[in-house]
């Protein structure tokens, strides 16, 4: 069945992306996140912290919203502890 690996547990390959990117050829993330809920929220909560960074949030305050710890939001950030 095209989608989906030998395993037959994972699609590896859709042809029109997903929500985190449009193309699979092109796409930026080195494993895929298609079928795999917790890495996609991850990966969209990381990027919500680095939106409320830019727009002058305080880690703590990014952490407090994010519901994550912020040692979490320093880490997703590359800050310095």
Known sequence: MK???LKGDRPT???N???LHD???TCPFPDCMIGNKRSILTLKAKKQAL???EKGYS???IA???GKS???IYRWLELPT
């Open 3 to 5: 989608g989906q690996n």
């Open 23 to 25: 193309n699979c050829e």
């Open 64 to 66: 407090k919203g994010l």
């Open 70 to 72: 912020i040692k979490t």
């Open 59 to 61: 880690p703590r305050e």
């Open 51 to 53: 939106e409320l960074w």
């Open 13 to 15: 390959h859709v042809e």
């Open 17 to 19: 992306g997903c929500s």
